[in-house]
């Protein structure tokens, strides 16, 4: 039964995400131009009855189109309180629902009355103008519904002995990111893992004060897929990685971890799947061994996004090599994005360990006897990065192939109008030379005569054609 209703809520996610591509921006704008139109034409023209009443017909199948934009959009929205209060989602809630008041059955009779229904048309005009403007800036739009953080902060810790994470405080947090800073702070806090998600700016700021970090890099590091780097400063080691995200192209979750002996606060945008109890490197303290259970969480990303890659490009092969349909150049041209940036990662990442394995970096207490450990880490990111550039290279085999059948198509059909063209040139060249007609004029010939050469030319340049093999 749990696997019918997980099976029922991937096959709801998958229609709503198909209708959400269908209703696009580009489509909406369009939508909204069409019914800018419907909504202005009754008022700027007499029009017979039947006309405005299909004006105000199509009017109305737009808006209800609209509405189940905003519906599908709202269902598949992460934070859904963000996405109703966004402005343009604002707009999109006022066009649904100026639209359908007159629908309801509890709507007054004034509300059905011609200068009302002409003010709301008008009100419609309005709205459908502005929406146009969205249409045509994406880049805009799209910038608009980043999520923005909402709420208090979410904290979730875990120390040594528990058996998962639990929920932790902001105030704790802060306290434990300043503890270091302070005169007089303890040799050894009590061994902790805490986690922050849900930051604003002004918890950034106020983190960034508290550990004594800047905070231009820290705000850098949480909203930038920035590359994985690792700084020692007087009161923390600072480690920047990137999770990686399947299916979505370029995406990848930054988590910056302010690293000590005994701690590790980690910071992303969403709380961390990875805050598990670590079972590895347990001669290391609490701090590195929490650290290095992050990049060991990040290298298993990779190597599932690897798989996915892997299985990606297997169905690409299966194409037959002579059909190339529309999505198929999308589909590979999103792999090789999503390729260059695992491989990009994952080098970074390997140097990374293997500066640490050298000894030329190093985490609080990280000993000689467990830098073969972080060794063994590095091997695995050179491993997946060599996996990655495998793939990478079969996609690109499988582009060049397709483009080379394309070039060679598109060259025999041209190879093909080219004879076409030099054979219809024939008797339109003559034609004009003799003219129309050839009675009263000069040529001493006859219209059979010029029609036998005109064919005779015709069969020669086609046997030419055809002994050249341009029409097989």
Known sequence: M?????????GRAFMLTRLQALLSEPVMGFLALLALGVNLGPELFAMPPAMEWACEVASLLIVLLFAVEYATNLALAND????????????DAAIVLGGLVSLLPSASPIARTSPALRILQLFRAVFFGARVGRGLRPSLAQAALRPTPLGPPRVSALRPGDAQSHAGEWSEFLQRAASRTREGSPARPSSSWLHASNLSREHLQKLAAAAGIPHVMMEAALHESSYPRLESGPY??????SVPKWGQVTAREPVLLLISEHELLS??????????????????PWGPRCTLHVIRHVLTCHEDMAGELERATRELEELPADESPESFFEKTFRLKRTLSSTKGDLWRLHALLEMLANGRRSLPALGASEREAVGELGEEADFLYETADDIRESVLSLIDLHIDIATHDTNRFMRLLAAVTAIALIPTVIGGLLGMNLRGAPWTVTLAQVAFVTLLLMLGVLYAFMAKGWLR
């Open 236 to 241: 923390w080691s600072i480690l920047t990685v």
């Open 2 to 10: 749990l696997e019918w209703n997980e099976q029922e809520k991937k």
């Open 267 to 284: 910071l992303a945008a969403h709380p961390l799947g990875s805050q598990q109890p670590p079972t590895a490197f347990e001669t290391l």
């Open 80 to 91: 859904r309180r963000a996405f109703a209060l966004n402005p343009w989602h604002i707009l």
